[in-house]
């Protein structure tokens, strides 16, 4: 099994940047790619980025791309989301998840005010 733990979430102003982290734990060595995901009140779970163990190679939803930079420390079995120039509608509970066999973190809360 493997354990994923968010943090680094918190109340920000518009145009803050935040820095997501989520630490693996278990059978890390299972895991080919994280991501990250957020869920906003009365929405759906979306995708926001992803990176590949192995190779490096990164993807963003369009909302996160030119903001949001996703970083692996694999040594360190940690996944970092870094957000700059945050907006209101970035609002919501921002989860990680592992692949192929998927886990989920419990989420870590992030409120921008405008």
């Known amino acids: 099994q493997v354990q994923l733990v968010e943090s680094g979430g918190g109340l920000v102003q518009a145009g803050d940047s935040l820095r997501l982290s989520c630490a693996a734990s278990g059978r890390t060595s299972s895991i080919a790619s994280m991501a990250w995901f957020r869920q906003a009140p009365g929405k759906e779970r979306e995708f926001v980025a992803s990176?590949?163990?192995?190779?490096?190679?990164?993807a963003y939803a369009d909302s996160a791309k030119g903001r949001f930079g996703i970083s692996m420390d694999n040594a360190a079995n940690t996944v970092y989301l870094q957000m700059n120039s945050l907006k209101p509608e970035d609002t919501g509970v921002y989860y990680c998840?592992?692949?192929?066999?998927?886990?989920w973190g419990q989420g870590t809360q992030v409120t921008v005010s405008s």
């Open positions: 990176i590949s163990r192995s190779l490096g190679s990164t």
């Open positions: 998840k592992s692949r192929p066999i998927v886990y």
